[in-house]
């Protein structure tokens, strides 16, 4: 026992003298956790919406103030068909596009109903959702206003619709990105084992002593595994 207590000893002194293992021990933790405390965040700020307003009329531009009143939103494009909705998402400008129905205003007086397509790209499903909802609450918001002040049971329905991954499967956001860590988690690890090799075969000195310089022989060890993994990703 008292042989472990000391070589238990031994190591907290190796610690305690290295400088750079007692950074990675207290800093590492400390950067981690304001990186995914703080910068990672299910808040959306800011994030660029489209409009068709097919009525035009003082209730959807009222609506329109609101949305672009919220720091949640940034309209950065008023398109005038239906058919450039599609157009607009493919080229990646906008995450949501919000389309006012024809006499929107007109429906929500005469029947006291009208309908907003909320249209967001679910290709991030967490995202879409949560722009879905934040708009459904400015519309919700909107529509407490409206009926507080001429005392009369307005509603505005918000109808979401989901492009390109209507069934909101998030393996379609996380499986790429999964993968990618798993190759490169690969290709660290193989390369470790290769310069470990190296060191048990006694090839290292060989190296060290050749005309390559220190960064080029690891470079020279990484870079066949960063191609082997790229064909594995192309295969997978």
Do not use: C
Request: without cysteine.
């Amino acid at each position: 026992m008292k042989r472990f207590v000391g070589f238990v000893q031994k190591e907290f002194y190796h610690i305690f003298r290295d400088k750079r293992s007692l950074f990675i021990l207290f800093g590492m933790p400390i950067a981690q956790i304001l990186l995914f405390g703080f910068a990672i965040t299910n808040e959306i700020n800011n994030v660029d919406i489209a409009i068709l307003d097919q009525a035009n009329d003082v209730t959807s531009k009222e609506i329109i103030n609101k949305i672009a009143a919220s720091k949640h939103f940034s309209i950065v494009d008023i398109i005038q068909q239906e058919s450039s909705i599609e157009s607009i998402f493919k080229k990646g400008k906008v995450k949501a596009v919000l389309q006012f129905e024809n006499n929107f205003g007109n429906n929500l007086i005469k029947d006291k109903q009208a309908n907003v397509q909320v249209l967001t790209d679910a290709t991030d499903p967490n995202m879409a959702s949560t722009i879905s909802n934040y708009i459904s609450s400015i519309l919700k918001k909107y529509q407490q206003e409206l009926n507080k002040n001429i005392n009369i049971d307005y509603q505005i329905v918000p109808q979401s619709r989901m492009i390109y991954n209507a069934e909101l499967k998030s393996v379609y956001m996380f499986v790429p990105g999964v993968m990618t860590v798993i190759l490169m988690l690969v290709s660290a690890m193989m390369t470790s084992i290769s310069i470990t090799r190296e060191k048990e075969q006694g090839t290292m000195e060989i190296l060290l002593v050749s005309p390559l310089k220190p960064f080029q022989v690891i470079i020279g060890k990484v870079f066949p595994y960063i191609f082997l993994s790229v064909i594995n990703a192309i295969v997978i």
